[in-house]
């Protein structure tokens, strides 16, 4: 287990014993691991009791897919065992989400002093902390090293870095849920988008994105992706939509003790 774990020190201690986990429990079909912490497809692979001992020995556990009809329930049910919910959008998309990459790839390319680079095991240490610095700078917090350069599970890290080395922008998809999960094992996470303020407005998130997504589905397979949007987060909904996600009817649901993360959440 490498130790590349990200953020301030609650964070990188969240990520760590997350790590340890996907190592306990990755083998079995309920659970979900992107590289952040373990949590549950949804609430029919474990109950609310479930979810609020996962984010107790972790710190933080999500449910992936909620339906809305069940949010204020679930909210109220974490609120009451004194752990701090979050309630994102879900958007998704399959074939409109290929077909939008195709045509954004086709038709839009990096800016010239920027070259896109895939993180792997021979990336550099100074790269990932370059890319960690402006992620986290961004509010977002990277998954756990192992996930971001593919050696845990299918996976896929993008940073657009500029001649002086310095990651400026990235995205990165990862596999989820179980691959034997029936719902969910064919749906990979996608996200992880952050530009540094100095070059936003430069269409760097959607072509790493876009190029994300498709490099999922040549190496993995994949044809269906999610992320998770907190509500009036615009940039981000206007890149879902640009690349072909659409809101449905779930939610995300994290679940925070605030007792190891004291902001209440893990990432933006
Ligand atoms: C979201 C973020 C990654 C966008 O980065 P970016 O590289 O500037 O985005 P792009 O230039 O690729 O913009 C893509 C589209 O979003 C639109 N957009 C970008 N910022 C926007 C804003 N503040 N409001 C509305 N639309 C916006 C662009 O106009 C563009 O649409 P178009 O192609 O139709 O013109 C960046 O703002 C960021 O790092 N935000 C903080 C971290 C964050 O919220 N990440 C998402 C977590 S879910």
């Known amino acids: 287990m490498k130790d590349e774990f990200f953020g301030s020190d609650d964070q990188r201690a969240l990520l760590r014993r997350g790590r340890g986990m996907a190592a306990v429990l990755g083998q079995n079909q309920r659970y979900s691991y992107y ?29 992936l897919t909620v339906p809305l009809n069940q949010v204020e329930d679930i909210k109220a049910s974490i609120e009451a065992r004194g ?7 879900k ?14 790839v086709a038709t839009l ?8 680079v895939q993180l792997d095991a021979s990336t550099s240490d100074g790269h990932v902390a370059s890319l960690a610095e402006m992620a986290l ?4 917090l990277p998954p756990c090293g192992e996930v971001l350069r593919g050696l ?12 002086s080395s ?37 269409r760097l998130s959607v072509v790493l994105g876009a190029q994300a997504l498709l490099e999922m589905e040549t190496r993995f397979g994949f044809g269906d992706f999610m992320t998770g949007v907190e509500p009036g987060n615009a940039p981000s909904e206007v890149i879902c939509a640009r690349l072909g996600l659409s ?13 190891a993360l004291a902001s209440g959440r893990m990432t933006k």
């Open 35 to 63: 590289g952040r912490t373990v949590g549950l497809p949804g609430p029919e692979d474990g109950d609310i009791d479930h979810l609020a001992a996962l984010a107790t020995v972790q710190g933080s556990a999500t449910y």
């Open 83 to 89: 752990l701090v919910p979050m309630v994102y959008d």
């Open 91 to 104: 958007w998704e998309g399959a074939r409109s989400a290929l077909a939008a990459a195709r045509q954004l």
């Open 109 to 116: 390319s990096l800016p010239e002093d920027l070259t896109m």
């Open 137 to 140: 700078g961004c509010g977002v």
């Open 152 to 163: 845990l599970r299918p996976a896929v890290c993008l940073v657009a870095m500029d001649r």
């Open 166 to 202: 310095k990651v400026v922008s990235c995205a990165a998809s990862s596999a989820c849920a179980h691959k034997d999960h029936p719902r969910h094992g064919g749906q990979a996470w996608w996200g992880m988008l952050a530009t540094d303020p100095a070059r936003r407005g430069q």
């Open 247 to 259: 809101r449905g009817s779930f939610a995300i649901i994290g679940c925070t003790d605030p007792r």
